[in-house]
């Protein structure tokens, strides 16, 4: 909140104890509620509601009410290296409830983190899983605005879960976080033992279609790491298509590619670990 933006009488004894809760007892209160996540006084709780465009971008509510990063949880059995690099998961004819899920990627000083890895994947409309193809499976760069934005469809049921998506993030030269993110309202929520209320998106309806929000916060460096004046020398090239299997040298060094992916300036090898591993 900016100076200009304060009362300016003395807050009340009500407002002071309002500032004392915080979003994580909000969110939880909500989420028994099955409620769409609010904070106090009407603000998003977990992500802007807002487009990708490309204005200075505000603080978001994450970076200045005493939370720590986005909340960690557990990979699961699905996930698969070498995802397809795309923003789309699905085609015209792909059955299910179609889902737009937009947001940010921040630092703990509220910057936007451009050029961030978000590897996504999920079930199908049936709670399925492709585990020998890469359906619904992709993975993204943030634009140097911070933005990402994910075309898919409303996740199915699966025995023991309720409905999400899995995602893994990496900063340039951070390390990889990988979360999940959840629905508002979903019976299951509440009988989930891996559900956290601190993941909810901010969820509404807009035709037959969703449209949900969520803002990534990361304990990282805002922007790609800035490359040597010199650049070491090695086989490694910013440009460059790689396959997985592919090996480079850089800076005295072997890396074997874990991930397909186009290479570009402050992702060296020895930077980003979910695409390069030290042969």
């Known amino acids: ?39 106090l006084r009407g603000g998003v709780a977990l992500a802007r509601d807002r487009g990708t465009s490309a204005a200075p971008l505000e603080t978001t509510p994450q970076c200045h009410d005493g939370d720590g990063p986005t909340v960690e949880q557990i990979e699961g059995p699905y996930f698969k290296p070498n995802s397809p690099l795309r923003s789309s998961l699905i085609t015209d004819s792909t059955p299910g ?28 409309d049936n709670g399925d899983y492709d585990n020998t193809g890469y359906s619904f499976r992709g993975h993204q760069f943030s634009t140097g605005q911070g933005a990402f934005s994910l075309t898919t469809i ?37 009988t989930d033992t891996i559900f956290d209320a601190r993941l909810l998106m901010n969820v509404r309806q807009v035709g037959p279609a969703r449209e949900a929000t969520y803002d990534f916060v990361l304990d990282a460096p805002a922007g790609p790491t800035t490359p040597p004046t010199t650049p070491p020398s ?24 874990l991930q397909a992916h186009t290479a570009i300036t402050g992702w060296e090898p020895p930077n980003v670990p979910a695409l390069w591993q030290r042969a």
């Not at 009362?7 to 004392?20: G, L």
């Not at 309720?162 to 309202?185: C, D, E, M, S, W």
Request: proline share 7%; glycine share 10%.
């Open 234 to 257: 090695g086989t490694w090239a910013a440009g460059t298509a790689y396959r997985a299997g592919d090996v480079v040298t850089y800076a005295g060094a072997s890396y074997r590619c």
């Open 97 to 124: 409830t179609r889902l737009t899920v937009s947001g940010y990627v921040f630092n703990r000083s509220c910057r936007p983190i451009s050029g961030a890895l978000l590897d996504f994947w999920q079930a199908d």
């Open 1 to 39: 909140m900016s100076a200009s933006d304060e009362p300016t009488e003395a807050p009340s004894a009500e407002d002071t104890k309002s500032r004392h809760i915080s979003r994580k007892s909000v969110l939880r209160a909500a989420a028994a509620l099955g409620a769409t996540p609010l904070l």
């Open 154 to 190: 409303v996740p199915g049921l699966y025995p023991g879960r309720t409905r999400h998506i899995h995602v893994k993030l990496q900063a340039p030269g951070g390390r990889i976080v990988t979360t999940q993110l959840y629905f508002p309202g979903e019976p299951r929520n509440s």
